[in-house]
């Protein structure tokens, strides 16, 4: 279907239904589905950018249907769908697949935990592409997943998507700081046994140098160069963890693959486990993400998450697997403390996990970096006087406190946990399914929405579930937790 661009402009301001800036979310589904119908036709077609790359204003098509995009300070429309799956695969396949042997497997075991994985990869690449589907819904292009949120419901449905996408990223954040802390202790530990750094202290050296890299890299889109420095780190632990996994489990007596605990317990830690089984895919910030991929924008992010969710995801499953079998029931949560090896390599494997994880953690800090620049309107050069201040003080400011939370918190796993539970899991699948059923339920048959509804609520269920999962783990645990606790 083609429209005419200015019939377009007209029927909407006639309406009263245009939404001319970012801060307009006041939506009715009636306008969703009325433009809706004009951007439908435009999904798949081959749009680019009017005039420069622009960060903000409208683009049209080779059919004359004029898409807005809101105003950013970062670039977008900017990548290839091959570095934009990179970006993707980077997520995926961050120190985080280091513990999946154990917070996985030991809970779920062979046959949960391998069928487990799959389902996740399946469902997760389903929940994604209904999102991604969305990107140019209603005649306008939403870069932040909160704007999709609030065009389709409203003022409060952007404001509630904002706090659980802030809250989601955040405790990733502290996790991977946490992390970073992690790998450079076991480091000291390889080279120095009697070393007096502490994880807390190991935690502090990583917040900083989290800091230099935020300050470094202004928007996502520059972190192309350091996509190939984060191919080749991640490799270099994923395959010592394998090769050294192999070793030991070739040479070891046989292992224990039994789930343990009462059955109570058990119920909950695979609760537990299968909240740990959508984390390991789903970031909760793909319209960000998309932003920054060239049109087609739809087609484009497509190819990437198929790259993602297959190329991908086989590092993941590999050092996942082997390193369950090597060690069964007692792989531990950070794979390389139960690998036999030369200590050089078992070193160079943590080194280059602290190096990745600094690469990793600006992926999902990046929602936040544009929120910050986009408020206080930094423009021109990245080098530029104010914009280098800025990113100094606030960018700075803003890890600094995620790496006090980290260190003062570094047991948060189970509070992590709490907060998939209640961010996760709705941003990811009720949120995706539900907005994808509101947004096209003119076009969808009976069958399609009470899928879509089947989703919601069983999604809803396993939200809840995990949030009870977590607070009993949490109310088992508190006994041991102590402030800036030396794990």
Same mark, same amino acid.
């Given at each position: 279907?083609?429209?005419?661009?200015?019939?377009? +402009?007209?029927?909407?301001?006639?309406?009263?239904?245009?939404?001319? =800036?970012?801060?307009?979310?006041?939506?009715?589904?009636?306008?969703?589905?009325?433009?809706?119908?004009?951007?439908?036709?435009?999904?798949?077609? =081959?749009?680019?950018l009017g005039g420069s790359a622009s960060a903000s204003g409208a683009y049209s098509s080779k059919d004359s249907v004029v898409v807005e995009i809101s105003d950013t300070a970062h670039q977008i429309s900017h990548d290839s769908w091959f570095q934009v799956g990179f970006v993707l695969t980077t997520g995926i396949n961050s120190a985080y697949v280091l513990g999946y042997s154990g917070t996985i497997m030991v809970p779920l075991g062979w046959i949960g935990g391998v069928v487990g994985l799959i389902l996740?990869?399946?469902? #997760?690449?389903?929940?994604?592409?209904?999102?991604?589907?969305?990107?140019?819904?209603?005649?306008?292009?939403?870069?932040? $997943?909160?704007?999709?949120?609030?065009?389709?419901?409203?003022?409060?449905?952007?404001?509630?998507?904002?706090?659980?996408?802030?809250?989601?990223?955040?405790?990733?954040?502290?996790?991977?700081?946490?992390?970073?802390?992690?790998?450079?202790?076991?480091? $000291?530990?390889?080279?120095?046994?009697?070393?007096?750094?502490?994880? *807390?202290?190991?935690?502090?050296?990583?917040?900083?140098?989290?800091?230099?890299?935020?300050?470094?890299? *202004?928007?996502?889109?520059?972190?192309?160069?350091?996509?190939?420095?984060?191919?080749?780190?991640?490799?270099?632990?994923?395959?010592?963890?394998?090769?050294?996994?192999?070793? =030991?489990?070739?040479?070891? *007596?046989?292992?224990?693959?039994?789930?343990?605990?009462?059955?109570?317990?058990?119920?909950?830690?695979?609760?537990?486990?299968?909240?740990?089984?959508?984390?390991?895919?789903?970031?909760?910030?793909?319209?960000?993400?998309?932003?920054?991929?060239?049109?087609?924008?739809?087609?484009?992010?497509?190819?990437?998450?198929?790259?993602?969710?297959?190329?991908?995801?086989?590092?993941?499953?590999?050092?996942?697997?082997?390193?369950?079998?090597? $060690?069964?029931?007692?792989? #531990?949560?950070?794979?390389?403390?139960?690998?036999?090896?030369?200590?050089?390599?078992?070193?160079?494997?943590?080194? #280059?996990a602290f190096l990745h994880t600094i690469i990793a953690l600006h992926i999902f800090a990046s929602p936040m970096y544009e929120y910050l620049d986009t408020k206080f309107e930094l423009k021109g050069s990245a080098l530029a006087a104010r914009n280098l201040s800025f990113r100094i003080v606030v960018r700075g400011g803003y890890l600094a406190i995620t790496t006090f939370v980290s260190a003062l918190l570094p047991f948060l796993g189970n509070f992590m946990s709490l907060t998939g539970a209640l961010s996760?899991?709705?941003?990811?699948?009720?949120?995706?399914?539900?907005?994808?059923?509101?947004?096209?339920?003119?076009?969808?048959?009976?069958?399609?929405?009470?899928?879509?509804?089947?989703?919601?609520?069983?999604?809803?269920?396993?939200?809840?579930?995990?949030?009870?999962?977590?607070? +009993?783990?949490?109310?088992?645990?508190?006994?041991? $937790?102590?402030?800036?606790?030396?794990?």
């Amino acid at each position: 279907m083609v429209f005419d661009v200015g019939f377009a +402009r007209g029927f909407c301001m006639n309406s009263g239904l245009a939404a001319n =800036d970012d801060g307009d979310k006041r939506s009715s589904l009636l306008r969703g589905e009325v433009v809706g119908e004009m951007v439908f036709a435009t999904e798949s077609n =081959d749009a680019v950018l009017g005039g420069s790359a622009s960060a903000s204003g409208a683009y049209s098509s080779k059919d004359s249907v004029v898409v807005e995009i809101s105003d950013t300070a970062h670039q977008i429309s900017h990548d290839s769908w091959f570095q934009v799956g990179f970006v993707l695969t980077t997520g995926i396949n961050s120190a985080y697949v280091l513990g999946y042997s154990g917070t996985i497997m030991v809970p779920l075991g062979w046959i949960g935990g391998v069928v487990g994985l799959i389902l996740a990869t399946a469902i #997760s690449l389903y929940a994604n592409m209904l999102v991604a589907k969305l990107h140019e819904y209603g005649g306008k292009r939403h870069i932040r $997943y909160r704007d999709l949120a609030g065009f389709i419901y409203g003022d409060k449905a952007y404001s509630i998507t904002w706090a659980l996408q802030y809250v989601n990223l955040f405790m990733i954040n502290v996790g991977y700081i946490i992390l970073a802390g992690s790998a450079l202790k076991a480091l $000291y530990a390889l080279l120095q046994e009697e070393s007096g750094m502490k994880l *807390p202290h190991c935690i502090a050296v990583s917040g900083f140098a989290c800091i230099l890299f935020a300050i470094s890299v *202004p928007h996502l889109s520059a972190l192309r160069a350091w996509l190939v420095f984060s191919t080749i780190l991640s490799l270099v632990y994923i395959v010592t963890a394998i090769v050294l996994s192999l070793k =030991d489990g070739i040479e070891a *007596p046989p292992r224990d693959y039994s789930i343990h605990g009462r059955t109570s317990s058990k119920i909950f830690t695979i609760i537990g486990a299968s909240a740990n089984l959508v984390f390991a895919f789903n970031t909760g910030m793909l319209p960000e993400i998309q932003a920054t991929v060239r049109q087609p924008v739809v087609d484009n992010m497509m190819k990437a998450l198929y790259f993602q969710f297959t190329v991908g995801v086989l590092p993941m499953y590999a050092v996942t697997f082997i390193g369950y079998w090597a $060690y069964g029931s007692e792989a #531990s949560a950070y794979l390389l403390h139960n690998v036999h090896g030369p200590v050089w390599l078992k070193a160079t494997a943590n080194i #280059s996990a602290f190096l990745h994880t600094i690469i990793a953690l600006h992926i999902f800090a990046s929602p936040m970096y544009e929120y910050l620049d986009t408020k206080f309107e930094l423009k021109g050069s990245a080098l530029a006087a104010r914009n280098l201040s800025f990113r100094i003080v606030v960018r700075g400011g803003y890890l600094a406190i995620t790496t006090f939370v980290s260190a003062l918190l570094p047991f948060l796993g189970n509070f992590m946990s709490l907060t998939g539970a209640l961010s996760t899991f709705p941003l990811t699948f009720i949120l995706a399914n539900h907005m994808y059923l509101t947004a096209r339920k003119h076009k969808l048959t009976s069958l399609q929405k009470n899928w879509h509804w089947l989703n919601v609520v069983f999604f809803g269920f396993m939200s809840l579930a995990a949030a009870v999962a977590a607070l +009993r783990l949490i109310a088992v645990d508190s006994s041991n $937790y102590h402030l800036f606790a030396d794990l």
